[in-house]
């Protein structure tokens, strides 16, 4: 890691610095494949958490025990975010925390299991959030955005934010891996 990178990791805990370090070399994978000549830049952090990627490219970051998952894109009017959570049912229920009413309707309408399907939307929702912080720069909760998942791979989204929000996922070696792009509308 550039030395600026190490002293960000110097300041977590051993937790957190080896997720940072996954994450940044997702990260640095990406940019190795993209644009070479900017993966050995130093990957910080802004004053929101995100990570701040070189001039000209935008880019967002997950980790999951010792998986890390990154994505990044040309910088331009879009903010992306990406998501890796376990595709298995949570601990505990989690769906009356982070699903609409209309949302958990859905799936006792549709038979769908409750605890895998908490488990995606909660993914594509975090994905989401990374992709919308940069413009609203506040919490946003979870029952903010409501997603119509379909079986292809896509999750249609409303909510009231003043952005447009696309979003793919799929499962990835026992791994939900959401992604989400939002623009300004
Ligand atoms: C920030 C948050 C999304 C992180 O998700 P997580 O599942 O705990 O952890 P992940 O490993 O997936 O992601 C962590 C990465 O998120 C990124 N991140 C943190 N804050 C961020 C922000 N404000 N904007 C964009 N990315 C951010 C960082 O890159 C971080 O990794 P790093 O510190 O090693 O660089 C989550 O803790 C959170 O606060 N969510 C807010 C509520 C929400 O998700 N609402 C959904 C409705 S839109």
Do not use: C, N
Not at 155 to 171: D, G, K, Q, Y
Not at 175 to 185: D, E, H, M, S
């Amino acid at each position: 890691m550039p030395a600026a990178e190490q002293a960000l990791a110097a300041t977590l805990s051993p937790v957190r610095r080896r997720e940072l370090v996954a994450g940044r070399s997702a990260l640095r994978a990406a940019l190795a494949e993209l644009a070479p000549g900017l993966a050995d830049s130093p990957l910080l952090a802004d004053d929101r958490g995100a990570p701040i990627l070189p001039e000209g490219w935008v880019g967002s970051v997950s980790h999951k025990g010792p998986r890390a998952a990154a994505l990044i894109a040309p910088a331009g009017a879009a903010r992306i975010g990406i998501d890796l959570e376990r595709a298995a049912p949570p601990r505990q229920d989690i769906a009356r925390w982070i699903l609409t009413q209309r949302e958990q309707m859905f799936l006792v309408d549709r038979g769908i299991d409750r605890g895998l399907a908490s488990t995606l939307r909660f993914s594509i929702k975090e994905a989401i959030y990374k992709a919308v912080d940069p413009f609203v720069r506040r919490y946003v909760a979870f029952t903010e955005v409501e997603l119509d998942v379909s079986d292809d791979g896509i999750a249609h989204v409303t909510s009231e934010l003043p952005l447009a929000i696309e979003t793919t996922w799929r499962e990835v070696g026992g791994f939900w891996l959401a992604t989400a792009r939002a623009v300004r509308r």
